[in-house]
């Protein structure tokens, strides 16, 4: 689930691809570079990542409803305990 700053309302979405910076994701919800959000795991929704979206696709491209996202935080320090 991804969760707007700005607008505080929960989007639904998936995970294309997740590495240690960041991840790659479908969303619902049309999103802006530089924009910041809080991304949600569905199997643990009390631990959101911090990120922040730096790049979308291109409309008409393939990869129109993908985005790309870089975490604020380290991963490790929201995956602890």
Same mark, same amino acid.
Not at 38 to 55: G, K, T, Y
Not at 61 to 66: K, R
């Given at each position: 689930? =991804?969760?707007?700053?700005? @607008? $505080?309302?929960? $989007?639904?979405? &998936?995970?294309?691809?997740?590495?240690?910076?960041?991840?790659?994701?479908?969303?619902? &919800?049309? !999103?802006?570079? /530089? $924009?910041?959000?809080?991304?949600? $795991?569905?199997?643990?929704?009390? *631990?959101? !990542? *911090?990120?922040? =979206? #730096?790049?979308?696709?291109? #409309? /008409?491209?393939?990869?129109?409803? @993908?985005?790309? !996202?870089?975490? !604020?935080?380290?991963?490790?320090?929201?995956?602890?305990?």
């Amino acid at each position: 689930m =991804v969760e707007s700053e700005s @607008q $505080q309302i929960p $989007q639904d979405g &998936a995970t294309v691809d997740l590495s240690e910076h960041g991840a790659r994701i479908v969303a619902e &919800a049309p !999103l802006t570079p /530089g $924009q910041t959000l809080s991304l949600f $795991q569905a199997d643990d929704p009390e *631990r959101a !990542l *911090r990120c922040r =979206v #730096v790049w979308t696709g291109d #409309v /008409g491209s393939d990869g129109h409803d @993908q985005t790309g !996202l870089e975490f !604020l935080d380290s991963r490790s320090e929201n995956t602890e305990n």
